[in-house]
């Protein structure tokens, strides 16, 4: 009997992945996890039923959420994660070798002791780097007490803003987020997408409240087929650098890290939207 | 019951759309043809079971597949449409005063008389432009026919490299399209993903193909949520212009042609490719 992972995309709109085998499935305290593994996207798991992290395309989202911030601040020493259990984000900002502590904040340590297990191919830098402490906690709350100007960077690698991720597109938390930011901090967050209506609306919500916070404030597009309509976004917020002026591909280039997404001319390119998502923006 | 329209991306991933009236059903000499309904995505067709245009997200693949190349060469006086019997790319390019002929080539007539009656939103161009000639014959023999240096821009609207489409990926298609282009000429085409394998393989043999035609051969990207992956690309070939150093927004932006996906900033933004997508593009 053919095996079939259903995510609805809207009520009417569906994505299916048949899958060769249903690796684990369980019910933390946070939220329904199951690992599935299918012959076109390898090992993938889903949070409640949507879609994280597929083997095959992880590095579209892992790519975007960490590289651009490093190519507008080459500088960036102090990293903090919130979110991110799979450990992707954690593995691409390790790669800088300057940077000094990676703080990943998880809610739900099932998700990374799994994807330890399942999916070592985003989780296992999460063993061999020093630099990353794992804090499983609450971000909402890890930032309310964090010291302020702590943090160069703060990556918010989320899940929608329904279920444990709520708080994370929450005034209060992107406020704590500008707090605990140094002077040429930067915030990256999971952006959803502008294409579907009951995603759009979040979007420009989190863009709203960001854009009222930080002095800068600006969207860009990337391509993931497991999410919906396969054009996501994230945000770039800082108080200093803007990410178009400020971009340093020159200084970017001297790490030396090889990215198959990712790369110098598609920096600024990722930051020109399509008029009605730019439209969608200037909106609200 | 709920009536479903399931399209296999890859042999194990499915995109699926919940539909509330399937409006019309046919075998035409070339192939199967469907009209549906659907709530979120509105009228939507389908060509041997494969996802073409819907009412939601046509303006991506129009805009794209058009714009571009008038932004380049804001001359373009003759065009050619080969395929693209919705009548969306007709009804973009008529949007140019300046332009003289459109005249395009699709092999299924009842593409077009189907999408006069059901997607009036793409397809009534045709009937009250004069400028546009339709002939409904095979693209590939047109061509052939076709004099030389006849044409300034020629759109290759086309379905998948299988089935009635299969000749618009040939070398010998493309060297008639070289052969009737003038000295400024230009050639957009359906140029499938990079991201499934099966995709892949056809859009890296188009791309060879044509560079070893064209001096000028250049891919670029766009969203289209109801296609494979989501990522979807135009080839940009052409004798003279190059689509990036030849871009002129300012000619451009004096037509005063208001568009929802294509803008001056997105033009040259959308040839700068994930690496991946490159590096297949290199790999020929």
């Known amino acids: 009997m ?7 995309w809207t009520k009417d709109v569906k994505f299916s992945l048949d899958y060769t085998d249903h690796l684990h499935s369980e019910m933390s305290d946070f939220q329904q996890i199951d690992f599935y593994k299918s012959e076109t996207m390898g090992v993938f798991f889903t949070l409640d039923g949507l879609m994280m992290v597929s083997e095959k395309d992880e590095f579209h989202y892992h790519d975007m959420i960490t590289h651009v911030s490093l190519a507008v601040n080459p500088n960036i020493k102090k990293v ?3 979110g ?3 450990g ?7 790669r800088y070798k300057h940077i ?9 340590e099932r998700v990374v ?7 070592p191919q985003t989780a296992s830098t999460l063993d061999t780097d020093e630099r990353i402490h794992l804090f499983f906690q ?14 160069d960077l703060i990556l918010v690698d989320s899940t929608d803003p329904i279920g444990p991720g709520e708080g994370l597109f929450s005034k209060e938390f992107y406020s704590d987020c500008f707090r605990v930011l140094t002077d040429e901090g930067i915030l990256i967050n999971q952006h959803e997408t502008a294409f579907f209506e009951n995603y759009k609306k979040e979007m420009k919500r989190a863009h709203s409240k960001i854009k009222g916070l930080f002095p800068i404030s600006k969207v860009y597009q990337f391509n993931q087929a497991i999410y919906p309509s396969g054009s996501w976004l994230f945000g770039f917020a800082s108080k200093k ?7 340093k591909p020159e200084l970017w280039e001297q790490f030396n890290i090889k990215t198959k997404y990712y790369n110098s001319n598609l920096h600024k390119a990722s930051f020109c939207l399509p008029s009605f998502i730019q439209e969608a923006l200037e909106d609200e």
């Open 241 to 247: 650098y803007d990410p178009i002026f400020d971009h």
């Open 84 to 86: 991110g259990g799979d």
């Open 2 to 8: 053919k095996k079939t992972y259903t995510e609805n």
């Open 88 to 94: 992707g984000t954690a593995r691409e900002v390790s």
């Open 80 to 82: 903090l994660i919130i």
């Open 138 to 151: 609450d971000g909402l709350k890890f930032v309310e007490q964090a010291k302020d100007k702590s943090y």
């Open 113 to 119: 002791r799994l994807c330890q297990t399942y999916l």
């Open 100 to 108: 000094e502590t990676i703080d990943m904040v998880e809610i739900d």
